[in-house]
């Protein structure tokens, strides 16, 4: 049996805004299916919904529309939710009522996907709403509509329900007379989804927050030490004996590897599965220029990535699981990596090629983000981060004095007009959706006011998500130079450096850790995948495209006002998320080892 979620609608305020003409398209292209597979279509509207006092403070509704059909094959909808009060949990059933107004007429007030194509519906938030879910108060957020289309049956387990991804289900093993995915204890409710949640036993615990807390002051002096000297890619031979030191104390032992990393297992040679958690090391090539007593003492060198606070969050994780690491089920690979800022293609892909995520289930790693607040996590499955690509173009003429200009071929007029009409690969090249960045961030031509250069140099980078958009991107790219050479009569030569690094995929599965764990550690409200993907490049990238893994962002950004970015003279990592980094890390290794080693 095949499951298809089809998204229909949108939330604003509390409601559920529909969108009819489309979930009436995907109606009719599956009535089409129906007459040669003569499948049931099963509706459902199931939701989910935490209430405190009274009040709807929903944080996940996920909905479910009934579809018209014959009357000998109406649909079925059933649906449900949960109420929290104080500790207990009831099942309250709340579409059973709604599927049977949609059977008997299509009023569109129970928000009907085949009747009237021109209103948006609220499924919750009207007087139709059950007083025991809060008078239906508009002020809880409520999200993800799905109609949900079944063929050749119906539905199967709750679990499946719920699913982003196709699966197969065996009716054979079904109570006959009675949809499987009916929970009796619960009479008229649909089953929460085990996969939604995360109930940790240990890594949320008090006694893991006092371990961390008790952490932090020396993590902090750690991250101010590497801050005060940072090395660049592959070179980071200070930072490596540090890393080694550290963990030697805490009954590791450290490996090299690619040249200047530093890998660690928690469990070496442990039957359960491993995964793997991931820092960077390396810092950037530029100057800083903050007053901090703990700013960088190398000039031309300075850590404006938070790699020195990756580095001391992981650190302080593989302190803090030495002393679980007994009641683990299985292993954890840390991975201290140089070189992500992309000196001689970095060093996850070196990692990667070295067979250190050999034998490793999946793989996880973060980034501080301080244009997302403190306090949030942002994660989202599929591309995350770009593929990225240096660009370097030359344009050559014919220079002379700068009172003679008719008897030069100018290349900064020539290279001036290549900058703007390469703005049109993505604007005028790519459609509405874009997808790509161009940009050029170096223009380096002439020495003196009276003589016109034979050369100009620029500089640029290209980022996009798909492999097709980064080729039309480089096809347009050539298609423009060639244009401004003749146009000029100047000659252009373009190059790229190497392939960059590939798009960052997160597994949907991993994906979906993170966002279990972080709604523990943050609170489900504080987490979205809201401003991703990013156009900034990162070579774990080859790590994901090794094994199955996820990259997530933790906020840093100060409650107080703007911070600055990363990149930037004036950045500097925030030792106020170290304990939220290391809580993050704790739960997806309590979390992926408990469902890997039980086969969920």
């Known amino acids: 049996m095949r499951i298809e979620q089809v998204p229909v609608g949108e939330v604003k305020r509390g409601r559920i805004d529909l969108h009819p003409l489309l979930a009436q398209h995907r109606v009719d292209e599956f009535r089409d299916r129906r007459n040669d597979t003569r499948a049931k279509t099963v509706a459902l509207f199931a939701a989910k919904i935490p209430m405190w006092g009274g009040h709807v403070k929903a944080d996940e509704v996920r909905a479910r529309a009934a579809i018209e059909f014959p009357v000998h094959e109406s649909p079925v909808a059933l649906g449900g939710g949960a109420q929290l009060r104080g500790h207990g949990t009831r099942g309250i059933g ?222 302080g994780t593989a302190a803090l699981l030495a002393t679980y690491r007994d009641v683990l089920p299985g292993n954890v690979r840390f991975l201290f990596q140089p070189a992500e800022e992309g000196v001689r293609g970095g060093g996850a892909r070196r990692m990667v090629a070295e067979g250190l995520l050999d034998g490793v289930a999946e793989v996880y790693g973060l980034h501080n983000w301080p244009d997302f607040p403190q306090g949030q996590i942002r994660v989202r499955s599929g591309p995350t981060m770009a593929q990225t690509l240096s660009m370097h173009i030359t344009v050559t003429g014919q220079g002379g004095h700068g009172s003679q200009p008719q008897v030069c071929r100018d290349p900064i007029v020539a290279a001036s007009h290549l900058v703007c009409a390469l703005q049109t690969v993505v604007a005028r090249g790519l459609g509405y959706e874009g997808g790509a960045v161009l940009s050029i961030c170096a223009f380096q031509a002439g020495s003196t006011t009276n003589v016109i250069p034979a050369r100009a140099e620029l500089a640029g980078t290209i980022r996009a998500f798909d492999p097709c958009v980064t080729e039309r991107v480089l096809e347009r790219t050539h298609e423009i130079a060639r244009g401004i050479a003749q146009t000029f009569g100047v000659r252009v030569e373009v190059t790229f450096e190497g392939d960059g690094y590939p798009v960052l995929v997160n597994d949907s599965r991993c994906a979906e850790a993170v966002e279990r764990v972080a709604g523990a550690v943050v609170g489900r409200t504080n987490v979205s995948g809201t401003g991703l993907p990013l156009a900034a490049g990162e070579d774990f990238a080859y790590m994901t495209q090794a094994i199955a893994g996820a990259y997530f962002f933790v906020g840093a950004g100060a409650p107080e006002g703007s911070t600055p970015g990363c990149h930037h003279a004036d950045f500097d990592f925030n030792d106020g998320i170290i304990p939220t980094a290391m809580r993050m890390f704790a739960g997806l290794v309590e979390d992926r080892l408990s469902r890997l080693s039980s086969g969920a």
Not at 114 to 126: E, F, M, Y
Not at 157 to 181: I, K, M, N, Q, V
Not at 186 to 213: G, H, K, M, T, Y
């Open 94 to 315: 709340i579409a059973k009522k709604l599927a049977e107004e949609q059977r008997t007429r299509n009023d569109g007030a129970t928000g009907s996907f085949a009747g009237d194509p021109t209103a948006s519906k609220a499924l919750i938030g009207r007087g139709r709403a059950p007083k025991r879910l809060g008078e239906g108060d508009p002020t809880g957020p409520m999200w993800r509509a799905y109609p949900v289309v079944e063929h050749e049956g119906l539905a199967p387990d709750g679990s499946a329900l719920w699913s982003r991804r196709h699966h197969e289900h065996d009716y054979r093993t079904s109570a006959p007379g009675a949809p499987p995915w009916r929970n009796d204890a619960l009479p008229d409710s649909f089953p929460n989804d085990v996969n939604a949640r995360f109930e940790p036993v240990w890594s949320q615990s008090d006694d893991v927050r006092a371990r961390i807390e008790g952490m932090v002051e020396s993590l902090v002096a750690i991250r101010r030490d590497i801050h005060r000297h940072p090395e660049l890619g592959f070179e980071e031979f200070r930072t490596q004996s540090l890393v080694e030191d550290w963990l030697h104390r805490h009954g590791y032992a450290p490996h090299r590897s690619a040249e200047t990393g530093v890998y660690a297992d928690l469990n070496p040679g442990h039957p359960g599965p491993t995964i793997a958690l991931r820092a960077d090391l390396d810092g950037l090539p530029m100057d800083e220029s903050t007053p901090l007593t703990h700013r960088s003492v190398h000039p031309g060198r300075a850590h404006k990535c938070g790699h020195d606070g990756h580095t001391a969050v992981l650190l």
